[in-house]
């Protein structure tokens, strides 16, 4: 399987960007899906994640209320809505695939398949 993703870019605090993630080579429907991002400096941190219908979903404390996770498994396509940006949530954004449908985890380690990053940089 191989995942794909976009829609980063440049935007001030505040604004608004949605990111997507589009999976190949198999059936989004078979993975529970995942987000993560890595700061300039820092590790890789786990951001949000959904289960294989989109019935479940869990996000890191930094993030809730902001950012929303949602999939569209008739278009194999994941997504990330993030609002309300700020200058911390600069990072490369990655989603990931499990191949466990009902993964209830934060770690990377959990995540079979690794999208290749899409940068988000928020201005002051």
């Known amino acids: 399987v191989q995942l794909q993703a976009s829609g980063g870019g440049l935007v001030q605090a505040g604004g608004s960007l949605r990111l997507s993630c589009t999976l190949s080579?198999?059936?989004?429907?078979?993975?529970?899906m995942g987000w993560f991002r890595q700061a300039p400096g820092k590790e890789r941190e786990f951001v949000a994640r959904?289960?294989?219908?989109?019935?479940?979903?869990y996000y890191t404390d930094s993030v809730k209320g902001r950012f929303t996770i949602s999939r569209d498994n008739s278009q194999n396509t994941l997504y990330l809505q993030m609002n309300n940006l700020k200058p911390d949530d600069t990072a490369v954004y990655y989603c990931?695939?499990?191949?466990?449908?009902?993964?209830?985890?934060?770690?990377?380690?959990?995540?079979?398949?690794w999208g290749q990053g899409t940068l988000v940089t928020v201005s002051s």
């Open positions: 990931a695939a499990s191949t466990h449908p009902y993964y209830s985890g934060t770690s990377s380690g959990g995540f079979d398949s």
């Open positions: 959904i289960n294989w219908s989109g019935t479940s979903k």
């Open positions: 080579g198999g059936t989004l429907s078979s993975y529970s």
